[in-house]
């Protein structure tokens, strides 16, 4: 075993104290149960040796009762030591997964990044049971197994020491063999998860882009691409099983060898020593005994590799730096309610992981008034969705400051930060719960939902009639990301959720990109009427959208190009009158 492989047992080790008292009794239990293993060749002894001479012993009729009262105990011990583990194994499992979710919420950008959500998924659902049958495998088959193997070895050695040293060399052949199928499980077992990972996200890939799967006929293309991983999955675990499987056959090819052996020594120790016909049986069902548990030890290998490899990736998940730690939080300030003034110094932006790619930002210099609504235009990939994420801190500049009522982002409170900003991007996500829950979004419980806030906020959106249109009203389940709703009402629903979190800075990215032209009059209403007195920056496309903003930001290449409203950078005639006039011409 690798250091790697001994960190992650170690750390697996350290949830496990915490329920000691539990673990103990279920070792006890596990004593017990090796203890009734070993008993039975011992009783096998006498009953054989004096039970078949043709005179009634009385005395031996007590064998038959402390047999069955030896299985009774077995049963009982086994039953509470496999119910007292499964409790620990449980308990640990969901402490695993709650630190693991933990860790996902508060990860980094880059993290979601560098992950799929079906590797997400299949870490903290499917890959965490796997160590839980590393727990399991190991606490039963190390304590129960090992305890019924020293027992019986102790009693073989007891009736014969010669005949023990027969049954010893199975031990070092079997430890051979599982060191040499050890690496090749490694390997097959690192292939499988990824390769479960990839297979997950095919299946995630299909069932999101349905629509133009079928549009465009791909059912065929996407077949053949989950079947080709599929295949290579199939294989892989073939190629595990059988390295896994070799385990078992070849411990039994081994005991069965060294059974012969065994048998042809008890017969030539018979003339010379006088080897008793019991003393013979006890040893043979002794040494059968031993077979099981040690082939028990010998499977183990497989599920232990299959467990060692997915808890270095959940530790490695759990390991995953956080935006902000609780000794950080302590050292920053707090914010209640921000007036909304936001500055920017010499702000710079670059996706240092995508080697060869551009500044995102380059020298950002501006400052937005409490109040103000600003609005920034330009090509695409010209920085305006990079800029505005700054503020939130889903990403940190890389050069210069920025500022909110004079206060650097750094040296706030995240959770306080966040407080202060209501976000709409052009790319709604919604929640598979209530509209309620929807518009209410991170208030705990029902509890924590005003309801009449709720109400007036999807009045805000000109979402009445939708209201009006559902049985259950507020309280309707809207499907899998709002798949219940039109577009447009997708979007207003987005909206209706900002206007309920009334945070005094309000960020839209595209907010109308999905409505009508109607449904777009009546949220621009509404919108208008929700910027008032907060600071609003909007990224826009449709410049009539945002002609009557205080000031427009026009960014291209990562650089602010021009600044102004709208009647002055028209004036100007540069490249926001050039947007202008393409778009007017279009139309």
């Known amino acids: 075993m690798n250091a790697q492989d001994r960190t992650a047992l170690n750390r697996l080790i350290a ?65 509470l030591s496999n119910y007292l583990l499964t409790r620990v194994i449980n308990e640990v499992l969901l402490k695993l997964r709650e630190q693991m979710f933990h860790t996902l919420l508060r990860a980094k950008t880059a993290f979601f990044q560098k992950n799929s959500a079906s590797n997400l998924i299949n870490a903290v659902v499917f890959e965490v049971n796997n160590v839980l049958t590393i727990m399991g495998s190991m606490l039963i088959s190390l304590v129960r197994d090992s305890l019924t193997v020293v027992g019986l070895m ?32 490694r390997s097959l077992n690192r292939e499988q998860q990824t390769l479960t990972s990839d297979l997950a996200y095919i299946v995630e890939e299909s069932a999101a882009g349905y629509k133009v799967v079928k ?12 079947m080709n991983k599929a295949e290579r999955l199939r294989q892989f675990a073939m190629k595990s ?20 052996i065994v048998l042809v020594i008890a017969l030539m120790q018979s003339t010379s020593e006088g080897t008793t016909v019991g003393g013979f049986a006890a040893f043979i069902t002794a040494m059968m005994l031993v077979i099981s548990p040690l082939k028990h030890l010998a499977d183990v290998n497989q599920p232990l590799q299959r467990g060692l490899t997915a808890a270095e990736m959940i530790f490695a998940m759990m390991d995953e730096p956080i935006e902000e730690g609780e000794g950080r939080q302590q050292a920053m300030q707090s914010l209640d309610k921000a007036s909304g003034a936001i500055t920017f110094e010499h702000v710079g932006f670059s996706y240092a992981q995508e080697v060869g790619r551009q500044d995102a930002l380059k020298e950002i210099n501006l400052t937005i008034e409490p109040g103000e609504v600003v609005a920034f235009v330009g090509p695409s990939g010209g920085g305006k969705s990079t800029l505005v994420s700054l503020i939130p801190r889903f990403y940190i500049p890389t050069s210069g400051r920025i500022l909110l009522d004079g206060i650097p982002l750094d040296q706030i409170r995240l959770s306080d930060l966040r407080k202060q900003i209501a976000f709409v991007s052009q790319d709604v996500i919604l929640f598979n ?52 709703l039109s577009g447009g009402q997708r979007q207003r629903l987005a909206i209706a959720r900002a206007i309920y979190k009334d945070a005094p800075i309000l960020i839209l990215d595209e907010a109308t990109s999905a409505l009508d032209s109607e449904s777009e009059r009546q949220v621009q209403d509404a919108l208008e009427h929700l910027m008032v007195g907060r600071t609003t920056l909007v990224i826009a496309h449709r410049l009539s959208t945002i002609e009557h903003a205080n000031r427009i930001v026009v960014l291209e290449q990562g650089e602010i190009a021009e600044a102004g409203s709208h009647a002055e950078l028209i004036g100007r005639d540069g490249l926001y009158a050039n947007l202008h006039r393409i778009q007017f011409s279009n139309a």
Request: no cysteine.
């Open 154 to 185: 102790g009693y073989l050695i007891y009736l014969n020491w010669k005949l023990t040293l027969v049954v010893l060399v199975i031990f070092p052949v079997i430890a051979l063999i599982m060191s040499k199928i050890n690496r090749r499980l």
């Open 433 to 484: 719960d209530t509209i309620a829950a929807n518009v209410a979004y991170g208030a705990v419980g029902d509890e924590g939902v005003d309801r009449a806030r709720v109400i007036k906020a999807l009045e805000a959106a000109n979402l009445s009639a939708l209201m009006q249109e559902l049985p259950e009203g507020i309280d309707t389940l809207i499907g899998d990301n709002g798949n219940r």
């Open 215 to 226: 549009v465009h006929g791909a059912e065929e293309y996407e077949m053949r691409r989950f």
């Open 241 to 260: 099983a059988v390295a896994g499987g070799l385990n078992q056959p070849i411990t039994q090819l081994i005991a069965s060898m060294a059974l012969s």
């Open 15 to 79: 949830y496990l104290k915490p329920h000691i008292g539990l673990i103990i009794g279920s070792l006890l239990a596990m004593a017990l149960v090796a203890g009734a293993e070993t008993s039975i060749p011992a009783l096998m002894k006498p009953l054989l040796d004096r039970g078949f001479t043709g005179q009634l012993n009385s005395k031996l009729w007590q064998v038959p009762v402390f047999l069955v009262g030896l299985a009774l105990v077995r049963s009982l011990a086994q039953f």
